[in-house]
């Protein structure tokens, strides 16, 4: 019974978090479409229809899939034929296996069990995670390299380099956060945000990390090869970068895995420094604002209310992607490079220095 | 000013909240974020014509497609006089010369046909036609087909316009 129990509930979980992320995918290319149309004063993505019913191109994605179904699986004649089918692999595992570790919401009692709502509460969370998504870098180099053509070739070096970079910044732009929960398990983390920061601010991330938190939204940026760090797919210089060889489903795995990389992001981006499931002053039993005013609710509200909640941040910040895409112009390489290395590491190091500084103070202070 | 020489303004220094970069991401987030708001609230206002429902409305001397006049009686108004077929720079149109069967007309195009593959639209037809039997004010551009042979239009088509 009981290991059927758990096998139940890991399929189920598993089953839920894809489809989430999945489904999330297929909306955002379409929010991606409409978002730009509006920002750019057009309409759209507006035509496909089902029944007479066009709902603002919501049918959009899925007439792309049908597409990239349905056309021919071309390989060119020179390419490295294992590597070129390998890379779109490497390039979606990854992408997809960095949900794991994210919590969706506080553990339930279920069936006499405590069932966390995460596919896999790692002690080493947030070293999976950076572990996972460094392999992403695989899927872009390979495509880049056996498509023996030489804007994807160029495409696949800019985004290793890059890539590379911005993991350094990224990965000590997250130390502070590590040093302020004392843990690198991502259930802890968001469980620590639920405390009030002097008794009014709730101890969010970004209130406890501000510099950590813009220097982790940039290097998710780059990482996430997404505007103004697009250039590996720089289409005015480089056709399409790493996947301008590409065709029907094989493109289509890099376009997800580019957009599960968007949604993953935000997920992580919100666990880490918004909170994660975290509602607002909600306590296990109901609300405790600031001043000794309490509301009761319920517990399944309170429940509905954290899953709505991080559900929302996701959301927010997919959307962040997608506007910040449209606002903001391509830099130049160098100053990528320039960036990465002389601005966003020195101030990460910094951060981590001042976090201690501070830690230590409050420990002596004995806060 | 002897020879010309123009003296165009450097661009100012950036200032320290400008060399932050950040800011003005910020800015152009609000800007980004206008533009989308006013869209999805005044979906009207998008300029876009959606095309082949809602059609633009030419200027009334647009050169469009052409199209034959016809008399009283249905017969083509055109006398098969090669005037037009002669101005033609593009050497777009055929006609063949049928005697007509009304003893007042001398004679009528059997056919007369417009390759618009090769048409320029450059109005030298309706200027040459001496009996008015052309025009190209139907408002409209040519509109794409499958086959180039649709795209080489008979008499009745241009007849029926």
Redesign the interface.
């Known amino acids: 019974m009981t290991p059927l129990f758990d096998i139940t509930v890991s399929v189920a979980r598993i089953a839920v978090f894809f489809a989430f992320v999945f489904g999330l995918v297929v909306i955002m290319t379409w929010v991606e479409r409409k978002g730009a149309a509006y920002i750019q004063d057009r309409r759209g993505p507006n035509r496909a229809r089902i029944l007479g019913l066009t709902l603002g191109g919501i049918f959009h994605p899925l007439a792309d899939a049908l597409k990239f179904l349905f056309k021919e699986d071309f390989i060119p004649d020179n390419a490295h034929r294992l590597f070129y089918q390998l890379a779109p692999m490497f390039a979606l595992a990854p992408a997809i296996m960095t949900m794991a570790v994210v919590p969706f919401g506080p553990p339930v009692a279920f069936g006499g069990k405590q069932i966390a709502l995460q596919i896999a509460d790692l002690n080493v969370g947030i070293l999976y995670l950076f572990a996972v998504s460094g392999m992403t870098v695989y899927g872009v180099v390979l495509a880049g390299w056996s498509s023996n053509s030489k804007y994807p070739l160029l495409g696949g070096l800019r985004s290793s380099a890059q890539m590379i970079s911005y993991e350094v910044s990224m990965g000590l732009s997250i130390v502070g956060i590590l040093m302020v929960f004392r843990s690198v398990q991502l259930s802890e983390i968001a469980r620590g945000q639920g405390e009030l920061l002097f008794g009014i601010l709730p101890k969010w991330g970004v209130f406890v990390q501000p510099l950590g938190f813009l220097l982790f939204l940039t290097a998710l940026y780059a990482e996430a090869n997404r505007t103004p760090f697009d250039l590996p797919e720089g289409e005015s210089e480089l056709v399409a970068g790493y996947h301008t060889e590409y065709a029907s489903f094989k493109f289509s795995m890099f376009m997800m895995a580019e957009y599960i990389h968007l949604v993953v992001g935000s997920a992580v981006l919100a666990t880490l420094f918004f909170g994660g499931w975290q509602f607002p002053y909600l306590g296990n039993t109901g609300f405790a604002f600031p001043g000794g005013i309490s509301v009761a609710v319920p517990a399944w509200a309170v429940f509905l209310l954290r899953i709505g909640s991080f559900v929302a941040k996701t959301l927010f910040f997919c959307w962040l992607f997608v506007w910040v895409r449209w606002t903001v112009p391509r830099f130049r390489y160098d100053q990528v490079m320039r960036l990465g290395w002389k601005v966003m590491l020195p101030l990460a190091l910094l951060n981590i220095f001042v976090t201690g500084l501070v830690l230590l103070l409050i420990d002596r202070g004995g806060m | 000013m002897t020879i010309g020489v123009k003296k165009v303004a450097r661009p100012p220094e950036m200032s320290f909240g400008e060399s932050l970069y ?1 800011l003005e ?1 910020l800015k ?2 609000a ?3 206008g ?2 708001l006013h ?2 609230a005044h979906n009207k206002d ?3 014509i ?1 095309y082949p429902e809602v059609r633009r409305v030419m200027p009334s001397r647009f050169r469009g497609c052409h199209r034959l006049m016809k008399r009283q009686n249905g017969a083509p108004r055109c006398v098969a006089c090669y005037m037009c077929a002669t101005a033609c720079p593009a050497v777009c149109i055929t006609i063949v010369a049928g005697e007509s069967p009304d003893p007042k007309v001398e004679k009528y195009p059997v056919r007369f046909d417009i390759d618009m593959l090769r048409c320029v639209f450059c109005g030298q037809c309706v200027e040459a036609c001496p009996v008015d039997a052309i025009r190209m004010d139907t408002g409209w551009f040519t509109p794409p087909e499958d086959t180039r042979e649709k795209l080489i239009y008979t008499i009745d088509r241009l007849l029926e316009k």
Do not use: Q, S
């Open positions: 950040l991401i152009g987030l800007v980004t974020m533009h989308f869209n999805v998008i300029p876009t959606e």
